[in-house]
């Protein structure tokens, strides 16, 4: 069935959080997104597809496949040329809000000597015991209802971003943060050191030049133009957070086009899944945020 482009919308076309009119921005300076999940689940060697983002999971992948990273915001592009170029890490929207929400953990409690302590645990009892003693305090879990309630993402996020979080997100995000701490231990998850403390500690080089191609394009647009049984992965972060249905159905039909035989998709979502699901891997994912993290063959979608 032919979908029309036309109604098939998202909100990142607009390369800001908000709905407001005005330039685009640079959303991510880093990812938040376990690409060992990836790594994990795509065959060997091949060609894989990913949102380009921050760049993070490009640069994993690019150690095994050949890879395609695609942003639909030209701001979020030009600034993973720049750390394929060997720049720095800088500063988005995400970081902005996260280093705010920071500055605000000592009135909850939260000193950087009690956090740092507590990321350089490695046992994991020891972890859901220091969480629940010292850091899921009661002035924490009131701070962060406010923090993460729809009023107040409601000046910095779309309606159409806000309608993808699960009610109650505060304590349904401090529950998924519970079984992070449960299931991985705190000493070597890079990704709790960047969300809790803001400091990225990476010690993997570049890869070797030519092994990640970008494009600026809409994926469902890019992956329509492909020729078919052009990638063996998909990487799609949270791309369907901020959709609506008709351009997820457009987005499922171009990855079954480009898809080669035995393709497997990784898709991202801040949602809850509507029902127990063996393809969801959330829990696996130590950047600790996501609802789900669903894995499946890309012929299943």
Known sequence: MEVSSASATT????????????RRQLLFGRMYEDSAIELGAFPADGRVFCIASAGCTARALAFHHEVVAVDINPVQLAYVQRRLAGGAIERGSAERFLGWARALAPLAGWSRRKVRAFLDLEDLTEQIVYWRCHLNTRRFRAAFVFLFSRTALRSIYSAALLDCLPPHFGAVLRGRMERCFA????HRNPYARALLLGEVCSTQGAPEPGRIQLACADAAAFLERQPAGSFTGFSLSNILDGANL???QR??????HAA???AVAVLRSFREPPSPAGTNRAGEDRAMLWGTVDIRPVSAL
């Open 183 to 186: 299931l991985h231990a705190n």
């Open 11 to 22: 909100a990142w076309e607009s390369g800001r959080f908000n709905a407001r009119a005005g």
């Open 260 to 262: 080669a035989p035995g």
């Open 251 to 256: 987005l499922f039909a171009a990855m079954q």
């Open 246 to 248: 008709t351009y997820e």
